[in-house]
C-alpha cells in the first residue's frame, strides 16, 4: 500500500493511503486514513481527480494543480463502485498484477475539495489494496505507452494496407485473364 501526502477538506495536509487509476476517461483516487467504523469496515474516500482552474479576466485558467472533488453522479459513483468491485475480484482470480494503477506521486499535495465515502470489510480491503509494484504506471510513461500503442496501430495499419494492395494486384491479375477470355 503505498502512502501520499494530500491537503484535506479543511486545508491541512495528511499522509494516506492509496490507489488512482483511470475509469470511464476520468482518474480517480480511492484512499484511506485507516479508520474504522462501529461494524470493523475500513472506511474509504473516493475523488474524482480534475485540474484546479481559477476564473480570470481570459475565462477560467488552469493553477497547474490537481484537485479531488466529490462525484456528485450517483451512476458514475455505481459505475465506480462496479470498477472497486471489478478490480477486486481480477486482483482475486489473475492475481495483483492484473490491475495496474497511476503513480500516486503526482498526486503529491493534491487539494481534496470534497469527496464521498464507502466502507469495505477487511478482506475486500485487503484485496483492493494489495498490489505488486510491477503493476504501478508511471503516469509521465503513460503517454509513452500511448506512443508506442498508436506507433504500433500505424505499422499494422502499414501491414494491412500492404496486404491489401497485394490482393488487389491479383484480382487485377484474375480479372485481366478473364477478360482475355
Not at 494503477?101 to 484485496?127: A, G, P
Not at 500505424?154 to 494492395?165: D, H, M, S
Request: aromatic share 8%; net charge negative; no cysteine.
Amino acid at each position: 500500500m503505498k502512502k501520499i501526502e494530500i491537503m484535506d477538506i479543511d486545508g491541512r495536509k495528511i499522509t494516506v493511503s492509496g490507489i488512482y487509476f483511470i475509469s470511464h476517461d476520468n482518474y480517480y483516487f480511492i484512499y484511506t486514513k485507516e479508520e474504522n467504523d462501529n461494524e470493523g469496515h475500513i472506511i474509504l474516500y473516493i475523488l474524482k481527480i480534475l485540474q484546479e482552474v481559477i476564473n480570470t479576466q481570459n475565462g477560467p485558467t488552469p493553477t497547474g494543480y490537481l484537485i479531488g472533488t466529490k462525484i456528485v453522479d450517483d451512476n458514475e459513483y455505481n459505475l465506480i463502485q462496479q470498477d472497486i468491485i471489478n478490480i477486486i475480484n481480477e486482483k482475486q482470480t489473475k492475481g495483483p498484477q492484473a490491475v495496474r494503477y497511476l503513480d500516486l506521486s503526482m498526486l503529491n499535495n493534491l487539494k481534496v475539495k470534497d469527496n464521498r465515502t464507502f466502507r469495505l470489510d477487511v478482506s475486500m480491503y485487503n484485496e483492493l489494496f494489495k498490489e505488486n509494484d510491477n503493476n504501478i504506471v508511471n503516469n509521465n510513461n503513460m503517454v509513452m505507452d500511448y506512443q508506442e500503442k498508436y506507433e504500433q496501430e500505424l505499422k499494422q495499419n502499414e501491414l494491412l494496407q500492404q496486404t491489401i494492395n497485394k490482393l488487389k494486384e491479383k484480382i487485377e491479375k484474375i480479372d485481366s485473364i478473364i477478360k482475355e477470355n
